[in-house]
């Protein structure tokens, strides 16, 4: 027992004189005990900034405990876009683990240049170097973040130093681990990225399909983002550096402006189309195309600009800008009830609390857990998913307001159809009715007499009887010639207006023959029923027509021959006719304004009515 303090006393008496002699001391150094395998060193470091980047090691040790801030920092160092290179001492003391093999680890992968020395208790400085703008093979482990190997067995202690120079922000977050620990921890990082972009690929590949299927152009700029998102993390996470380029130091340089660029171009285009932001914000939507103007400029001065550092800052403000300008386009389009905007938020509220929680876990607010770890991950991955589903959802609704749109068309086409239907068939009964109708008397012309007369005809030979009126003006030359065609027009007119007043059943069919002669047809009539109609007609025609010329009474009178064919009996139209017109030649020569009946089945004349001279 008294040995071993013995031995204890004479080595820390060693380490003491060892450190004393470079003049360094570290009031919080990294202390490894037995139970250590992960360590955050991230509050252990102190720091001064070299503006003009002229320090070398030897300067650094030899000012050191001058120049080194002596305030202990609340979270990692995050010195942002800067010019100037930093230096960070930490003094890590092997206190009793058995493991003597440590790395350490620098999750902020993107790093331009990181020079670590390691001051021995010899005085010898082992120099390690990595960072993204050296070549990959430089690295202690094949890892997508910059990490160093070192040697420390138990009892032994080391100062660190490192040198940090970047075009980009400088941010040290580093982790000490136990060199199986870290293996272990890679296997399941790894595991859990693999997981992440095998569901971007998936996504990616799935909505390409689709677009190629239906060529809506809102898939292709999903795609497009899905694209230059995904590759941009990988950089981040140094994963492209160690698969994709390895010896490209670079393009891996300026590949996360080139990608910040593009992939704000490709999410601006998706926000504006998907929105429809030309008709829900049109203001909004010019600043939009603005902004997609801007960025492919960026990505060319990512390439082609000599100076990298004043690019990657233009490019990552104004994408924080957009995004600002993104979130409210949302917004507005939800205010406006523009259904497809609620997935779209919600996808981007996923985004945004998945950063949150990474950067509330950064800052030692929130615990350092899966989640909180691969907190961007888990927000985008969610992001990716739910816009996907608003685009689904988009679909949806646009296929349901074109269901409507066409069932209404369909609705109006149909409507349209019946109207014009409609229209056609009453154009199609007065064209009927023009073409039966005797265009000056107004009642049915020879034709349509025809027509019904066969029909009616047909129709006695199974059922009742049938009459025809023949109906002739007479003395209606002299009456024409005396006082004009005007006056005898206006005669037939005044006639075919009694006998169609005289004739009222539906059946019965009243028809100009033939100049001052017309017909008519009594269905299921007798002759006795027609004689009598034929005398009604005659004796209002002769006794109440009051037909006037020129304010001079004209005295009109007509002859009618009546024609009957016995019921359940066929007689062709020609024999009724005959009859008809027989009947009414006897009545002509009969004195006129005589009614004269003749029976189909007899060849003998009808009696004669008596003559009225009312």
Request: hydrophobic letters at 45%.
């Amino acid at each position: 027992m008294q040995l071993s303090m013995f031995l204890v006393l004479l080595l820390c008496l060693v380490q003491g004189t060892a450190l004393a002699s470079t003049g360094i001391t570290d009031p919080r150094p990294v202390i490894l005990d037995e139970d250590s395998e992960r360590l955050n060193i991230s509050r252990h470091l102190s720091y001064y900034e070299d503006a003009s980047g002229a320090y070398g090691i030897e300067d650094i040790l030899a000012d050191w405990p001058l120049i080194a801030s002596v305030e202990k920092p609340d979270d990692a160092y995050n010195f942002g876009f800067t010019d100037s290179t930093y230096w960070f001492h930490t003094r890590i003391e092997n206190r009793g683990n058995p493991s003597d093999r440590w790395v350490i680890e620098g999750l902020y992968p993107i790093i331009d240049r990181m020079d670590v020395f390691f001051l021995r208790e010899d005085g010898r400085i082992e120099r390690h170097l990595a960072g993204d703008s050296v070549p990959f093979a430089t690295r202690g482990r094949t890892h997508h973040n910059i990490n160093f190997s070192f040697d420390l067995g138990a009892g032994e202690s080391t100062d660190v130093f490192f040198r940090v120079r970047t075009s980009g922000a400088v941010q040290m977050q580093l982790m000490l681990w136990e060199n199986e620990a870290f293996s272990e921890a890679d296997h399941q990082e790894r595991f859990v990225l693999g997981i992440y972009y095998g569901l971007l690929f998936c996504m990616a590949a799935f909505n390409l399909l689709i677009f190629i299927s239906i060529r809506d152009k809102n898939y292709l700029w999903y795609v497009s983002y899905i694209a230059f998102y995904g590759l941009l993390q990988f950089t981040l996470n140094g994963l492209a550096f160690e698969h994709l380029w390895p010896e490209s130091t670079w393009w891996n340089n300026r590949a996360v402006s080139f990608l910040i660029a593009m992939g704000m171009f490709s999410i601006l285009g998706f926000s504006k189309s998907f929105l429809a932001l030309k008709e829900n914000a049109p203001r909004l939507e010019r600043i939009f195309v603005g902004f997609m103007v801007f960025f492919p400029l960026m990505a060319l001065a990512s390439l082609f600009w000599p100076a990298y550092g004043p690019v990657i800052r233009v490019t990552t403000f104004m994408a924080s800008v957009s995004v600002l300008f993104i979130l409210a386009g949302g917004g507005i389009c939800l205010y406006r009830n523009f259904k497809p905007a609620r997935y779209f938020m919600i996808a981007w509220s996923a985004l945004l609390a998945g950063m949150i929680l990474y950067t509330l876990k950064t800052f030692g607010l929130a615990p350092a857990n899966f989640i909180t770890d691969y907190g961007i991950q888990i927000g985008s991955a969610f992001e990716v998913i739910l816009l996907s589903l608003a685009l689904a959802d988009r679909m949806r609704l646009l296929m349901l307001e074109n269901q409507q749109i066409q069932e209404e068309m369909t609705h109006r086409l149909e409507q349209r159809v019946s109207e014009r239907t409609s229209e056609l068939e009453v154009a199609n009964r007065q064209l009927e009715a023009l073409s039966s109708t005797d265009g000056l008397t107004g009642v049915f012309n020879r034709r349509y007499f025809d027509e019904r007369l066969s029909e009616e005809s047909v129709r006695c030979s199974r059922s009742g009887p049938l009459s025809l009126l023949m109906i002739d003006v007479d003395l209606f030359k002299p009456l024409n010639d005396s006082l004009g065609h005007q006056a005898g027009d206006a005669c037939l007119k005044a006639l075919a207006s009694a006998i169609s007043a005289t004739v009222n059943r539906r059946a019965d069919v009243v028809a100009r023959y033939g100049g001052e002669e017309f017909v008519v047809i009594l269905p299921d009539t007798d002759s006795a029923g027609a004689r009598l109609m034929a005398d009604q007609i005659r004796k209002k025609i002769c006794g109440k027509l009051g037909f006037t010329w020129n304010d001079r009474a004209v005295p009109v009178s007509v002859s009618v021959g009546v024609a009957t064919a016995p019921a359940r009996q066929r007689v062709e139209p020609d024999e009724l006719i005959g009859a008809a017109d027989a009947a009414l030649y006897e009545a002509k020569q009969g004195g006129r304004n005589t009614v004269r009946y003749r029976d189909c089945a007899s060849s003998h004349a009808g009696v004669q009515f008596p003559t009225h001279q009312d």
